[in-house]
């Protein structure tokens, strides 16, 4: 077996089966494996003439096939399936070898399984790759992290085989150990917040306009015009104007209403938590999903009253401008939350990761890609170290522009009784972050109340305490 191959990729199940093609048809020689040989058969056969394939039925003669450094993308379900193959390949592979995780694994899987490669002398470079199956095949966006050293030798071909846009990769260095999947992991969460909000303002137009589904899609098209522009929004306007073969009906009120998930969004709620950052939006924007799979509780509401004042809409156009403008800032917010935790998340681990380059490699290729990516690179352009993204000067003007429709369509929502939880929580969220001062202070005096906890003063330095229970004087803690 001559080592001729530049990459190879071992599970070919559909993802792993159309990046090994997408690596094909860019001129790379790639070497293909999977645990069945009868699917690298397969792809070998009916996808042979688009490159130059390396199939072999056992992983020594994979790994034989390869170039070195060896480059080994591995595509096998998360967990514990990874460990299995990593665990396979390690003794196999010499110093300087690359493992490439590209499937959707936790970012501390990551941290752990790059330690325990490096032990052996190898590169372990997790990657998040977005797209889906038509990405991996056409160009996806790349998210690889790992060592600089490893992306000198590896970068190049992953940029190759992800989407370009206006001639950029939408693939870069992320950072780090962990960087590329957290980052991934983030995209995830984001892409829940942005589908919630269009599914909330699909609610929205629907119960306040009475229009059918199809008519709905004609409004979503329309959007996908001018600034809310972006792939959830198009595919949005798709569905919505489907119509069910079976039934005749709108495709999407044949659909159950319980959304499920893989558990990205709910990582990435989870790490909110834990480094403390208000993502408010992704969050809501899980919990919607969970609420939507509460059967016996949606069961046990179903006849609780709602005394709804009723929606009436008078001027159709300008209630559809207000549902616009409150989905564009609902989606500012949700995408500057999860740019805090990325900021988080890079000082907590040592990542140095860099925003503006992120909001461009999800220009294209990924699931959230939309034209006001590039208005968020401009934005960390103008400022690295921007604390918030909302208060960029663009952003801010943007927000404040649709602030009066925003307003109107989360007060209306709770008058007729829609829920709207992402709209309504991002709105909380920018009132209470731009606000001079917090009732937090209230709560801070009732900790320290029942639990001695203490509290800071805002006319002096230091931690005090009051003997609530005694003569109420306060003492330096
Ligand atoms: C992508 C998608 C992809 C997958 C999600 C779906 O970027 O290509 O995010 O990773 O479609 O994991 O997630 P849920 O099943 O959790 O909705």
Not at 112 to 128: I, P, Q, Y
Not at 155 to 173: F, Q, R, Y
Not at 442 to 471: C, E, I, M, N
Request: with cysteine.
């Amino acid at each position: 077996m001559s080592a001729r191959a530049q990459i190879g990729v071992t599970g070919l199940a559909v993802m792993g089966r159309n990046l090994a093609r997408n690596f094909a048809r860019n001129g790379f020689t790639v070497a293909v494996h999977n645990r069945s040989y009868a699917r690298t058969e397969s792809l070998v056969a009916e996808h042979g003439d688009e490159g130059d394939f390396v199939p072999s039925e056992s992983l020594e003669d994979f790994v034989a096939s390869l170039e070195r450094p060896r480059k080994v993308v591995v595509m096998v379900k998360a967990g514990a399936p990874t460990d299995a193959v990593i665990d396979e390949l390690v003794p196999l592979l010499e110093e300087g070898d690359i493992v490439v995780d590209a499937g959707n694994a936790h970012f501390p899987d990551t941290i752990r399984r790059e330690k325990a490669l490096a032990a052996h002398g190898l590169h372990f470079v997790g990657t998040g790759v977005s797209g889906g199956e038509e990405g991996a095949l056409n160009g996806p966006s790349i998210m690889p992290g790992g060592t600089a050293e490893s992306y000198e030798s590896l970068g190049p071909i992953l940029e190759k085989i992800s989407a370009h846009v206006d001639g950029v990769p939408c693939c870069t260095h992320v950072g780090p150990d962990g960087a590329g999947h957290f980052v991934k992991m983030v995209h995830n969460g984001i892409e829940y917040a942005d589908m919630q909000l269009i599914a909330e303002a699909y609610d929205l137009l629907r119960q306040g306009l009475g229009a059918s589904a199809a008519e709905i899609g004609d409004i979503f098209a329309e959007w996908n015009r001018g600034d809310l522009a972006s792939f959830l929004v198009e595919i949005t306007a798709e569905v919505l104007r489907h119509q069910d073969a079976a039934t005749g009906q709108a495709f999407v009120d044949v659909v159950l209403d319980q959304a499920e998930q893989k558990g990205t969004g709910r990582w990435t709620v989870q790490n909110g938590l834990d480094l403390g950052v208000p993502i408010t939006g992704i969050a809501e924007a899980t919990f919607a999903r969970s609420l939507s799979g509460s059967v016996p509780q949606r069961e046990a509401a179903a006849n609780l009253p709602g005394h709804t004042a009723g929606w009436e809409v008078k001027d159709r156009d300008a209630f559809v401008e207000d549902v616009r403008q409150a989905l564009y800032a609902s989606k500012v917010v949700a995408y500057s939350q999860g740019f805090d935790q990325i900021a988080a998340a890079s000082a907590e681990y040592g990542w140095n990761i860099d925003r503006g380059a992120m909001a461009r490699i999800w220009r294209g290729g990924c699931i959230i890609r939309a034209g006001f990516l590039n208005r968020i690179t401009e934005a960390y352009e103008r400022a690295e170290d921007l604390p918030l993204l909302i208060a960029d000067e663009y952003f801010a003007d943007a927000v404040s522009a649709g602030l009066a429709s925003w307003r109107r369509v989360v007060a209306g929502a709770a008058q007729a009784g829609i829920p709207t939880p992402a709209f309504s929580s991002s709105l909380a969220y920018y009132d209470a972050v731009r606000a001079p001062r917090l009732p937090a202070a209230l709560v801070q005096a009732q900790r320290d109340f029942f639990g001695a906890h203490t509290y800071r003063r805002t006319d002096r330095d230091g931690t005090f305490h009051t003997d609530w229970s005694g003569d109420r004087t306060e003492a330096e803690a």
